[in-house]
């Protein structure tokens, strides 16, 4: 037969010699290693997710870049429009150069669809089988009229490319202008339009049609192929070239060939200008996630630096119970209901005790009521043994509403005692002294924290009959 003492830290087996089952029980005591291994770990990932925070964010300060919305100073109407940039840090090369749109989202199912894939591959397709790209599929719903070789295209023929994606391609362009001796010279400078799509589709996702002569649009133009990848978020940017020279500090003219009308959706363009760092470019979001994880371990690292120390303090203090309870011959064999009888002297008073442990299991109402005759009074306590656990904790609100039920008063007595102690030296006496003094008072309670993983209250009823009924 076995007995566990406070969250399994200790079991032992029953043997004649006490002494020997102290020293075996003490050498076996060991402390739960859940929180030295919880401890290292939220350790290394804080100090992870704080050292790369950290990198990141002195990176972050390192890339120069410029940003400039410009829909609401180009008109379409003037398709072409100049407006001055003014560069006040140096930027090392390759400068990536982007545009920007916002409130546009490409995720969207029917708009992610709008594409035929086999078309975009050099295969001739029918109007029966474009069914993806409705309800774009022809020249006349596209709203095109020439072909790429400058031939006038069929109406009524399948537009090649066709659907959604490819009706709202972007087609604004840039050129880049250093002010050197006044604006009446200023210098160009190349940005690069090559490179800027994925390999895997310039060399298999996107083909000519062997009849360029239906085609509208050229699909091996990487401008197309990086448009035709849909981004996940309303507002995103996309490569449209590169800048091989560094920029030095100065003046310069942004030409942009305004073509593309974000106010049809209510949106927004800009360009960007930016550098890159070893982590890529500018990314806050990454470095609130860094900063983010690392606060969250922080947290759960003195959380479980707490729960360690209240779990060693009560370990101990649950080893000083087991040899006092040693010492004075408290542990019980029977599992289960348990009666005994007992003779104190308070105040030069004899008591006798007649002490029954239900261990849960019984009820008090079906006792028999002989057991309680000539008695004085009777001392309820209630023990719960998960108040260990926060959520189990009794509410102080109910505490008191129950108090007030049954005419009750509650005395809270230190953590640092076994049961047996708080008994005999402390409610006893009390309630001894309440009985002599014959309060008007039906019930007195005594509450006892006992840092046992075990809360009990002690209630003393002088009325019995109240008691059974309880």
């Excluded at 704080?50 to 398709?79: A, H, M, P, S, W």
């Excluded at 003195?302 to 040899?323: A, F, G």
Aim: charged letters at 25%; a neutral charge.
């Amino acid at each position: 037969m076995g007995e566990n003492y406070g969250q399994g830290t200790i079991q032992r087996t029953l043997k004649d010699d006490g002494d020997d089952f102290l020293n075996t029980a003490l050498r076996k005591w060991k402390f739960n290693s859940k929180y030295n291994r919880n401890l290292k770990l939220f350790s290394a990932l804080f100090l992870f997710f704080l050292t790369f925070g950290i990198i990141f964010i002195v990176y972050y300060f390192k890339i120069v870049e410029y940003k400039k919305r410009y829909d609401d100073y180009c008109q379409l109407n003037d398709q072409t429009c100049k407006f001055q940039l003014k560069i006040d840090q140096n930027m090392e090369q390759p400068i990536f150069f982007y545009y920007e749109i916002d409130n546009f989202y490409q995720t969207h199912r029917k708009f992610y669809q709008s594409k035929d894939v086999l078309q975009l591959r050099g295969e001739v397709r029918s109007i029966s089988q474009l069914s993806d790209c409705e309800p774009y599929v022809t020249n006349k719903q596209m709203g095109k009229k020439t072909s790429i070789t400058g031939k006038e295209l069929i109406q009524d023929e399948a537009a090649n490319p066709c659907g959604l994606i490819a009706k709202t391609y972007f087609n604004d362009t840039y050129k880049l202008y250093k002010i050197v001796d006044g604006q009446k010279n200023p210098l160009k400078i190349d940005i690069d339009e090559n490179d800027i799509a994925w390999d895997v589709d310039k060399n298999y996702n996107y083909k000519l049609n062997t009849n360029q002569d239906s085609m509208w649009l050229n699909v091996t133009n990487e401008h197309f192929m990086v448009w035709m990848r849909t981004s996940g978020m309303g507002r995103f940017k996309k490569l449209w070239g590169r800048i091989k020279q560094n920029l030095e500090v100065g003046d310069y003219i942004i030409e942009v060939q305004n073509n593309y009308d974000v106010k049809v959706f209510n949106g927004q363009k800009s360009f960007i200008m930016t550098t890159t760092s070893a982590f890529g470019q500018k990314n806050p979001v990454l470095i609130v996630a860094y900063f983010s994880g690392a606060f969250v371990c922080l947290v759960s690292l003195i959380e479980e630096r707490e729960q360690e120390r209240v779990y060693y303090y009560q370990d101990m203090l649950k080893k000083k119970v087991l040899i006092q309870k040693h010492k004075l011959q408290l542990f019980q064999i029977l599992v289960g209901v348990d009666y005994k009888q007992k003779i104190v002297e308070i105040n030069n008073k004899k008591i006798k005790l007649y002490i029954w442990d239900t261990a849960g299991q019984e009820k008090y109402r079906p006792l028999v009521y002989s057991y309680f005759q000539n008695t004085q009074a009777a001392i309820l306590i209630l023990v719960g043994n998960k108040c260990d656990l926060e959520y189990e904790e009794p509410d102080e609100n109910i505490l008191n509403e129950y108090q007030k039920k049954y005419n009750i008063s509650f005395l809270i007595t230190p953590p640092f005692f076994t049961v047996y102690t708080q008994f005999e030296e402390g409610v006893l006496p009390v309630a001894v002294t309440l009985l002599g003094n014959s309060l008007n008072s039906n019930v007195f309670g005594v509450q006892v924290n006992v840092m046992l993983g075990v809360l009990e209250q002690i209630y003393l009823f002088q009325n019995i009959g109240r008691f059974l009924s309880f």
